[in-house]
């Protein structure tokens, strides 16, 4: 497997792993009240373990160099979000949402592009994965 | 319902974000970032109780925005076209997703 292919494997994975841990924080917020307690409660403490275990894998994913590629792919996070979030939540789904969704996703990946010249280690050799 | 209350968290959160994130760039220790990001989880949490998570989370993709304002003030780095059209777009989009959930 390619280095580019494993990066974007990884990103994919954190972006679907970092939607979940979302899911479980927000059920896990419901259920809080004003105790500071009631802040520890599995769900909540779940969703921070997805997180976790998300953002270890978006660092290791994204050291893979071509961030035009990986950053617009941790955004795809945001879009399962919006699926759970119809499915678990019920909550409405309006364009406006889906208009500020993709405008978020065009702004990402050209914070991506601008970023990726800066970003030292292994950008040339991803750019050259991608030509083969 | 989302107050202004539950915006102002979630971009004091994501400002938070940009600390972990700057933290990996200027190699300080991670542990740092991490503590960072355990205040900004629990800004999202408040913030979830009330907030729709659909509109939410989108919104932590002003992290790139602040990210990207940090790296030209605190690092000094180049202005950089991409990003700045990248930066503009995500705020508009925000900006859209913020007037859909407005019941």
């Known amino acids: ?132 | 319902m989302l107050g202004a209350l539950a915006q102002l968290l979630i971009k004091k959160g994501t400002a938070s974000i940009t600390g972990d994130l700057t933290s990996i760039v200027l190699n300080l220790p991670l542990i740092a970032g991490y503590s960072i990001y355990g205040i900004n989880t629990l800004l999202m949490v408040l913030a979830l109780k009330d907030g729709e998570m659909s509109m939410l989370y989108p919104i932590i993709a002003l992290t790139y925005v602040w990210t990207t304002l940090l790296s030209y003030t605190v690092l000094g780095e180049p202005s950089n076209m991409y990003k700045n059209i990248g930066i503009v777009t995500i705020v508009l989009g925000v900006a859209v997703m913020g007037r859909g959930g407005r019941k």
């Open chain 1, 1 to 132: 497997m390619s280095p580019l292919v494993r990066s974007m494997l990884m990103v994919f994975g954190a972006s679907l792993i970092g939607s979940f841990g979302m899911a479980f924080l927000k059920m896990g917020a419901e259920r809080t009240t004003k105790s500071i307690w009631s802040f520890v409660n599995t769900r909540l403490v779940f969703g921070v373990v997805l997180f976790l275990g998300s953002s270890v894998l978006y660092v290791a994913g994204i050291k893979g160099g071509q961030l035009s590629v990986l950053y617009p792919m941790v955004s795809l996070g945001y879009i399962w979000g919006l699926v759970w979030a119809k499915i678990f939540f019920n909550e409405p789904l309006t364009r406006q949402k889906f208009a500020g969704l993709g405008l978020i996703l065009v702004g990402v990946f050209f914070v991506g592009l601008g970023s990726q010249d800066q970003q030292p280690p292994a950008p040339t050799a991803a750019i050259q994965q991608i030509r083969r």
